[in-house]
């Protein structure tokens, strides 16, 4: 067994990597109510996306 803890991670994630690799055209916005976890969505998009971003 693993000792690695396994985070869960939403659809939203993909959607937002696959948004955030496609050539730069738009602002992405995350947007929605308080304490749902846009910062998390945006650390775990961003860890996957191997260019130079900011947020």
């Known amino acids: 067994m693993s000792n690695k803890l396994t985070i869960y ?6 959607i937002l990597v696959d948004r955030l ?4 055209r738009f602002i992405q916005v995350v947007a929605c109510p308080r304490q749902v976890g846009k910062t998390t969505l ?3 998009a961003t860890d ?3 260019r ?3 947020w």
């Open 9 to 14: 991670q939403r659809p939203q994630v993909r």
């Open 21 to 24: 690799r496609e050539e730069r």
């Open 42 to 44: 945006v650390r775990q």
């Open 48 to 50: 996957k996306v191997k």
């Open 52 to 54: 130079p971003l900011r």
